[in-house]
């Protein structure tokens, strides 16, 4: 069955320092996946899809499908960054197409 | 353009009613995803609607339904209310180009409480 875990539920980090998110996918298909990010009292939205391969607000994302693996990095965290962040498995065939993880909330201290 | 939208924000219903949520996706998608938030579970999915069929629903009992309409607004119907359906419901859109959903977009949810 297609499942995505995130092992940490709550991650503290100081400000400046680097910060990594942990996501781990199981899907015998070829994945696609997602970060998307949830800030206090705004909606959820897309942060980065591993297909553009883009950075945004300095995160980036390798997709590592020997480890099916999906982390979530940056190397100095910003305390706007404090969010709840969820990572999702779009599928390719007709089913659940989004599989979301049970997230991790992110907290960056001053 | 306007984001998807939900309706109504906040939803108090007592146990054993029926509450209907509602959901307008944005121009052009087609495909709309009903997922449950509740407190410390994160996100479950519960139902997929594209070209106005159920395509997939989640682990849920039957109590919870739904329909899309053919301007692909949804509504999502629980019937028989639980104290533990108190949670943030949202809704999500996106088009299918194939056989594989694009981004998803988020609506701002309608937090129903069962008392």
């Known amino acids: 069955a297609q499942r995505v875990t995130q092992p940490e539920k709550l991650l503290s980090v100081f400000k400046g320092a680097p910060v990594e998110l942990k996501c781990n996918y199981s899907?015998?298909?070829?994945?696609?996946l997602f970060w998307y990010v949830q800030y206090s009292r705004q909606r959820l939205q897309l942060l980065l899809r591993?297909?553009s391969r883009e950075s945004i607000k300095g995160f980036t994302a390798d997709l590592n499908k020997g480890e099916t693996s999906f982390h979530l990095k940056k190397p100095f965290a910003q305390e706007e960054d404090s969010a709840m962040y969820y990572c999702?498995?779009?599928?390719?065939?007709?089913?659940?197409?989004?599989?979301f993880g049970p997230g991790t909330r992110l907290s960056v201290l001053p | 353009e306007a984001g998807v939208t939900q309706s109504p924000t906040h939803l108090i219903k007592t146990r054993g009613q029926q509450a209907t949520l509602r959901c307008s996706p944005i121009?052009?998608?087609?495909?709309v995803y009903w997922y449950q938030q509740a407190l410390g579970l994160g996100l479950q999915f519960l139902l997929w609607?594209?070209?106005?069929?159920?395509?997939n629903r989640g682990n849920f009992p039957p109590r919870f339904s739904g329909r899309q309409f053919p301007n692909y607004s949804s509504e999502l119907n629980v019937n028989a209310l639980e104290l533990e359906d108190s949670a943030l419901y949202l809704c999500?859109?996106?088009?299918?180009?194939?056989?594989?959903?694009?981004?998803?977009?988020f609506g701002q949810g309608t937090r129903l409480t069962v008392v």
């Open positions: 999702a498995l779009s599928l390719d065939n007709y089913g659940q197409n989004f599989v």
């Open positions: 609607y594209d070209e106005g069929e159920e395509r």
């Open positions: 999500a859109s996106s088009t299918v180009w194939g056989r594989r959903n694009t981004e998803a977009f």
């Open positions: 899907y015998s298909g070829s994945p696609e």
């Open positions: 591993h297909i």
């Open positions: 121009s052009g998608h087609t495909s």
